[in-house]
């Protein structure tokens, strides 16, 4: 976790204060990215830009939201930044390879669940579903700040949320619903096929 003295110091151009706020939040910035677009490499750009938006960006920041928050709302954008680049949203990806999503550590959110099942079962949705699910289900965005982030409307962000989790739900518990019984507790949405 970030602190205001820290925060403070980055704030004031210290750039010792600014490599430990990188080192503190590396980890969770490069799951995210990766999780985003689905390769680590391309996530190391991400992670680079994201840091450098943040750099010049944090002498505005107020604190409205928490440090993590406002952070994470930065390398949303500069992956979606990132993907329209490339002409890859909305590509389906390709089975797990190395180097990409499944290789990468649980974000916090999903370390309960400690299951590579689930990551494998990301990475083979489209980059527009695993984009809104990553964002809504591991890291609590509204579908509102969603759309907003990826440029759709909040209604089309919850038909890519129903259609990523159904599919989620297709490749974790199989075509006849069984599946793991720890994965179904940790999801519950996905084995209700429920919507939020």
């Not at 980055?10 to 799951?31: I, K, M, N, S």
Request: charged fraction near 30%; proline fraction near 4%.
């Amino acid at each position: 976790m970030v602190d205001g003295q820290l925060l403070e110091g980055c704030r004031r151009g210290d750039p010792g204060a600014f490599e430990e706020l990188v080192e503190r939040t590396h980890r969770q910035v490069y799951t995210l990215a990766v999780r985003l677009v689905g390769d680590r490499h391309d996530a190391e750009d991400v992670v680079q830009e994201a840091y450098l938006r943040a750099y010049r960006a944090l002498p505005g920041f107020r604190g409205d939201a928490r440090f993590e928050t406002w952070l994470y709302r930065i390398v949303a954008n500069a992956a979606m930044t990132h993907l329209r680049r490339r002409g890859r949203f909305g590509e389906v990806l390709p089975e797990a390879q190395e180097g990409s999503i499944s290789d990468v550590p649980a974000a916090p959110a999903e370390e309960s669940l400690g299951d590579a099942e689930v990551s494998r079962a990301l990475a083979e949705l489209p980059e527009g579903q695993r984009v809104v699910v990553v964002l809504k289900d591991v890291y609590g965005f509204s579908c509102q700040e969603i759309g907003d982030q990826i440029g759709v409307s909040e209604g089309a962000v919850k038909v890519r949320l129903h259609r990523a989790r159904r599919r989620l739900k297709e490749l974790i518990y199989g075509p006849e619903g069984r599946g793991h019984e720890e994965v179904r507790r940790a999801l519950p949405e996905y084995a209700e096929g429920g919507e939020s």
